[in-house]
C-alpha cells in the first residue's frame, strides 16, 4: 500500500520557470489524504481511475522557479518520485537505501 508517483517537466517559453505535472498512483481515501497533505499547493489537472489495479489516477501540477527548487522539494516527499526525461529516461528522485 504505497504511492507511486511520476513526474515530467515542461518549459515555459515566457519565463524562467518550470511546470512540474506529477501522476499518482492511490489506492484509498487515506492515501489521498496522505497526497494532498503533502501536496498542497499543487493544482489537479487530471483524474481517472486504473480499473486492472483498482487504484485513482491523479495528475497534478505546480510551477517552480527552477530545477534545483523542484529537486529540494521532491526529496522532502515520503513517497518516491521517478522522474522522466524529455528523451524518456526515467530517474528515482528521492529513493531512500535501504539498510
Do not use: H
Request: positive net charge; glycine residues 6%; aromatic residues 10%.
Amino acid at each position: 500500500m504505497s504511492i507511486e508517483a511520476v513526474a515530467w517537466a515542461e518549459k515555459l517559453d515566457t519565463d524562467k520557470s518550470i511546470i512540474y505535472r506529477l501522476q499518482a498512483k492511490i489506492k484509498g481515501k487515506r492515501e489521498m489524504n496522505r497526497l494532498f497533505k503533502e501536496l498542497d499547493g499543487w493544482n489537479r489537472c487530471g483524474e481517472g481511475y486504473d480499473r486492472n489495479q483498482e487504484k485513482t489516477i491523479l495528475i497534478l501540477m505546480r510551477e517552480f522557479e527552477d530545477k534545483r527548487s523542484w529537486l529540494k522539494f521532491a526529496k522532502t516527499l515520503s513517497f518516491p518520485v521517478e522522474e522522466v526525461s524529455k528523451s524518456g529516461k526515467r530517474r528515482v528522485i528521492n529513493a531512500r537505501r535501504k539498510k
